[in-house]
């Protein structure tokens, strides 16, 4: 079997950007909205 | 083949691949398929559009969740063989299709197509969405694997966190009559069956994400300083593969089942009861002094906790090890119940935080699993013997609240119970948390007739077999 073309480690930093702020940005969100909620519990 | 993009042999990273490209791709999937901790959001709107009660909208999420525990441990197997992108895609496309089944259900009021749609294919959907990026990454960090399934499971408890808040925004803006603010108002039928057709078409973009960035490493990969015999040189980690039909015949298999399934029990008690149980620890003279929005606050309070356990915990067990981690969880878990069945009703401080914690465990229990299978059996169906132990989760899921509402129910009616009605049920989990830690403690090594022969695995895993 040939041996596979490594891939470039520099080409890969935009796909991760990408790929992490898919995930971090809704669940930031979700995070920022739950921390909203939870407020009254401290606030009495 | 159009869809060979999806098999296991297309999924081979090169040399070069990014391991830190797996964990998003794993919580893409899990940040979608977990909305199904977030049904409560529009089950008030399905009651009215069906006309029906609470106990028949609630069979949807019931169908669901039994559907989870079967498919994962009926198709865990296929799981391992296809490799995790044909999973994801499939998992995808039932998860989808049971978003778009259930919208056609409301708009037309056949609840059965909510329950065949949701409940069923959905369920399908969650059953192997779970399940499908585990192997994955602990192959992938080998080095880390309590981290790496920590952060894919986090994603699970995430995705609630998500999916209450937008599906609130989103039918808003379906329904100019409703109020996200106001915890009365009730959205319309078909401001819900909008939000089935978006979250279904939306969650499948997210999950493709995933699926077209998962890859598994080529054989023989490990991470750059990783030392193999480091890893097994540890107390209770194992270099041997153990096959998924050998797991279930193993008693170290079933001691964990008890563990997870005890240390989930335990939690879904606190879980399934959080908003009343706040409100009856502080009352007096038939009124409480939480107010409802406090109480709200609270189950999401739990919920952070809950995601967080998930990671936290799992990551430390890389340090401490899985057993004196599951030591912790049902240990220390019995002495934070006895906390609050005896001082709790003494401060709301005590009592949140107490609870809190008890819920990190409850996460940490799910997130830890893997990694300990991992240890036990090594990696080789790794993830089909994790598809046949989210059983546990399945059964505590029909135990934790009979247990809690068994008692209750003895005492006294809702909205007039006080904190001593709860100490029965209080101190029934911490019985079920006792079981469970002796179960834990007696998890000894797997036995050597129950290993794989050297070099089948392998075959296994590159679809020779």
Redesign the interface.
Known sequence: MPE??????SS?VP??VV??L??TV??A???F???R??????A? | MALSFLDREHT???????R??IP??A??IH?CIGQAYATSVYKNALVNHFESSLTAIGVIFSIAIVMLGLSAAVLGTWVERAGPRAAMFASACFWASGFLVGALGIATSQLWLVYLGYGFLGGIGLGIGYISPVSTLIKWFPDRPGLATGMAIM?FG?G???????SRQLMALYDSGYDPADPTSVASGSAVTSLFVTLGVGYFL?MM?GVF?VKVP?PGWTPAGFDAGAVTAKPMVSAADVSAANAIRTPQFWFLWIALFCNVTAGIGILEQAAPMIQDFFRSGGMSSV?P??A???V??L??FNMAGRFVWSSTSDYIGRKPTYVLYLGVGMVLYVLLATVGHLSTMIF?LVAAVIISFYGGGFSTAPAYLRDLFGTFQVGAIHGRLLTAWSAAGIAGPLIINGFLDAQGTPGELVAADYRPALFTMVGVLAVGFVANILIRPVAARFHEPAGSAGAFAEGKV
């Open positions: 596979p073309t490594p891939e470039p480690t890969q796909r991760l790929t992490w898919v995930v809704p669940l969100y979700g995070l909205q739950t921390i909620s939870v407020i009254p519990l401290f009495g | 081979v990273a090169k040399p070069g691949y990014s830190w490209l998003p791709a919580l893409a940040l994603g995430g609630a966190l998500v999916a209450s808040p937008l997210v994400l960035t080529p107010a929005t406090t709200a606050g609270f999401a309070f919920s952070l949140v």
